[in-house]
C-alpha cells in the first residue's frame, strides 16, 4: 500500500538463492530465522579449549540476532591456565553443568568444536528429549548425531568456520567499537592461534580468518592471555613424563599415574613437550583422572609431526569403542585426545598400594594398545612375559 512504511528485513532476505544452497552461513541464517525466540543450549566438551570457548561465543552472537537466547554449557572442568586467563579476562560466561542446570528448558541443542563423542552432555540431553539443532566442528566425521544443520568441515578450527560465518556479513557484522564484538574477536583469535600451533600450522583458512579479525580484537589482552605461566602441578607432570616414557621408531609413549582432575590439562602440554624431543614424531601422555563424584578415567593426549600418520583414524583403532558404539578416542591432523571410563575397578576407599596396583593395570594395557596400533612390539612387555614364563618354568 502506498504511505506504508517499509517492514524491516531479515538478515538474510537479500541473500541470493543460489548463495542460500552453496553457503553454509546462510542455511544456518534461515534455519535460527525459524527458530526465533527460543533458548538454545550450546554444548562444548567437558574440557573446552579456547578454540570451543571462542567458537560458542561466536555462535551465541549469532542466536542473539534472532532473539535467540544461547548458554554455553560443559560438563567437566576448565584447568588449562590459558583457558582460565581467556575465560577471567574476557569475562566469557560458561555454564558449568550440576544437578541444578535443568535442560529441559532448552528447545535445541548446538555442538560446537565436536561431534558428541567428547562430552558427557550428548547423552544428558538426549535424556531430557532436547532435540539436536547444529553440529559445527572441523574434525574427521563422527556420524554420532542427526542434526538438523550440519557444517563439518576439516579445517584448522571451529573458530575458521565460525569466523568465516561473521566475515560474510550475512548474520552479523563485527564493529570495532562494540566491546562485546572486541572479545569476541580476540577470542576467536586465539582459538585461531592454539589450534594451529601458533600458526605453524596454519592453512590460508585460517590466515583469511585471521587477517579479518585483526581489525577487531584487542592485541594486549591476547598477549596477556597466551603469556601465562605453567603451574608447579604442570611441571610436575611433564616431569613423570619425561622420566617415564618408553619410545620406540619415533613413538614416545609416557604414563604418568594419578592426575588431579583440576591439573588435567597438563597431559596434553607433557605430550607438546615430548614431542620436541630428538627422533620422535609422535608424543602419546596418558593418566589416571578421579572426578569429584569418584568417576575414574584414562584422560590421554597425542600430539604428532607425522604428515602420514592418521591421527583419529589411529585412536580409534588401537582403543575401540563404549558399549554404546562411542569411541574413546579420535582427534585431527597432527592432535587427539581419548578418555576411557575406568568402570567397575572404580574406587575411591582404595589404599595407596590398590592404587599403584590398579594403575599398573592401567599403563600396561593401554601402552600395549598403543604399540600395536603403531606396529611396534612393546619390548618392556615382551620382556615381562619372558621373565613370567621363567617363573613358571622353575
Not at 8 to 34: F, I, N, T, Y
Not at 60 to 77: H, K, M, N, P, W
Not at 233 to 239: D, F, G, H
Not at 361 to 383: H, N, P, Q, S, T
Amino acid at each position: 500500500m502506498m504511505g506504508q512504511s517499509p517492514q524491516p528485513q531479515s538478515p538474510v532476505q537479500d541473500a541470493p538463492v543460489a548463495e542460500a544452497h552453496a553457503s553454509p552461513v546462510v542455511g544456518l541464517a534461515r534455519l535460527l530465522e525459524s527458530r526465533r525466540g527460543e533458548r538454545h543450549v550450546v554444548a562444548i566438551q567437558d574440557f573446552p579449549d579456547p578454540d570451543a570457548i571462542s567458537s560458542a561465543m561466536a555462535y551465541r552472537e549469532l542466536a542473539e540476532v534472532f532473539g535467540i537466547s544461547a548458554d554455553i554449557v560443559y560438563d567437566g572442568q576448565i584447568s588449562h591456565p590459558e583457558n582460565l586467563a581467556l575465560v577471567n579476562l574476557l569475562e566469557i560466561h560458561l555454564v558449568r553443568f550440576d544437578a541444578e542446570v535443568d535442560l529441559e528448558r532448552y528447545a535445541a541443542a548446538v555442538f560446537v568444536d565436536n561431534q558428541g563423542t567428547t562430552t558427557h552432555l550428548t547423552e544428558r540431553l538426549k535424556t531430557a528429549g532436547v532435540p539436536t539443532l547444529a553440529v559445527i566442528d572441523h574434525h574427521d566425521p563422527q556420524d554420532y548425531l542427526d542434526p538438523i544443520f550440519s557444517d563439518v568441515r576439516p579445517l584448522g578450527a571451529a573458530a575458521t568456520i565460525l569466523s568465516e560465518y561473521l566475515q560474510s556479513g550475512v548474520i552479523l557484522k563485527l564493529e570495532p567499537t562494540d566491546e562485546s564484538h572486541v572479545r569476541l574477536a580476540t577470542a576467536l583469535m586465539h582459538g585461531l592461534h592454539s589450534e594451529t600451533d601458533g600458526f605453524v600450522r596454519a592453512r590460508p583458512p585460517e590466515y583469511q580468518a585471521a587477517a579479518y579479525l585483526s581489525r577487531f580484537m584487542d592485541s594486549d589482552l591476547l598477549e596477556k592471555v597466551l603469556c601465562v605461566q605453567k603451574s608447579h602441578a604442570t611441571l610436575r607432570v611433564i616431569e613423570k613424563a619425561l622420566g617415564g616414557r618408553t619410545v620406540r621408531n619415533g613413538f614416545s609413549i609416557a604414563g604418568v599415574g594419578s592426575v588431579r582432575m583440576s591439573d588435567r590439562d597438563a597431559i596434553p602440554q607433557a605430550a607438546d613437550f615430548l614431542l620436541t624431543e630428538e627422533n620422535v614424531h609422535t608424543a602419546i601422555v596418558y593418566g589416571l583422572l578421579a572426578g569429584d563424584d569418584g568417576r575414574e578415567a584414562i584422560s590421554g593426549s597425542l600430539r604428532t609431526n607425522k604428515s602420514t600418520l592418521r591421527v583419529d583414524r589411529f585412536l580409534k583403532d588401537a582403543l575401540g569403542e563404549d558399549l554404546r558404539g562411542r569411541p574413546y578416542g579420535g582427534g585431527r591432523s597432527r592432535a587427539g585426545g581419548f578418555e576411557i571410563d575406568c568402570g567397575f575397578l572404580t574406587g575411591d576407599e582404595d589404599d595407596d598400594e590398590q592404587q599403584r596396583l590398579k594403575w599398573q593395570l592401567y599403563d600396561r594395557r593401554i601402552r600395549r594398545k598403543l604399540f600395536r596400533a603403531a606396529g611396534v612390539e612393546d619390548l618392556d612387555y615382551v620382556l615381562e612375559r619372558a621373565s613370567d614364563a621363567e617363573e613358571e618354568d622353575r
